[in-house]
């Protein structure tokens, strides 16, 4: 069974503070998405990272897929309070034809606070 | 483009009853899934579709849940009887394949439900 962890699961930050998010797991992924979720909707897809040691920025967010392809992180600079929300890491793969084929795993998410 | 629809928004009933989550999948997209979500146990993927066969449903918690895929473009879940540890949020998602699990998923903005 693939597990991704990802730490830490509580950030309470003041603007303008920079942040960094991991996910973690013993087991090799085809590739790492991340994706934001606000209270009363779905996650909704920021990047994805499928090379390993790939960076990819998106504005203030920078993510990074570890040269193993087991581990990401999302690095925040300067975080605004509309950064808020939980950030959920899903690694995807597995071979056509095997059960896993098709489908993410996700990790618990790390709810992010930012406070004015 | 219209996203994934889930019907009901909200759902509020009794213990023993019977409740149907409803979702249509973006068109053209051959994989749906079905997850749960709580704050214990976070995003759970409870079962998935490509092209309307269950691929993958070792994620259903026991036997008062199914899920069926009648055609491209509708889905539903069914818990019967419903207890009150189903309370959670259910989410429908849509894929289109290719890579399989590298490709993102769009998610419904989810049945809230609460069982009393």
């Known amino acids: 069974t693939q597990l991704l962890e990802q730490s830490p699961q509580f950030l309470s930050i003041q603007e303008g503070e920079n942040l960094t998010v991991y996910c973690n797991s013993s087991?090799?992924?085809?590739?790492l998405q991340w994706y934001r979720q606000e209270p009363g909707e779905g996650p909704v897809l920021l990047v994805t990272?499928?090379?390993?040691?790939e960076v990819k920025k998106l504005k203030r967010l920078t993510f990074q897929f570890g040269d193993a392809r087991k581990d990401s992180s999302l690095h925040i600079t300067a975080a605004q309070t509309g950064d808020t929300g939980l950030y959920l890491c899903?690694?995807?793969?597995?071979?056509?034809?095997?059960?896993?084929?098709?489908?993410?795993?996700f990790g618990q998410g790390t709810i992010l606070t930012v406070h004015p | 483009d219209a996203g994934v629809i889930q019907s009901p928004r909200h759902e509020v009933t009794e213990m023993g009853q019977e409740v149907t989550l409803r979702c249509k999948p973006i068109?053209?997209?051959?994989?749906l899934f079905w997850y749960r979500q709580t704050m214990m146990r976070g995003l759970e993927l409870l079962i998935y579709?490509?092209?309307?066969?269950?691929?993958?449903d070792s994620g259903m918690p026991e036997d008062r849940f199914s899920a069926k895929m009648p055609n491209a473009s509708f889905s539903t879940l069914k818990i019967q009887p419903s207890e009150p540890r189903d309370s959670a949020v259910y989410f429908c998602?849509?894929?289109?394949?290719?890579?399989?699990?590298?490709?993102?998923?769009?998610f419904g903005d989810g049945t809230r439900l609460s069982i009393l």
């Open positions: 998602a849509s894929s289109l394949g290719g890579r399989g699990g590298d490709q993102p998923q769009h």
């Open positions: 087991s090799v992924f085809s590739s």
């Open positions: 990272v499928v090379t390993g040691g």
């Open positions: 899903a690694g995807g793969g597995g071979n056509a034809g095997g059960t896993s084929y098709g489908k993410l795993t």
């Open positions: 068109s053209g997209h051959d994989y």
């Open positions: 579709f490509n092209n309307n066969v269950p691929i993958d």
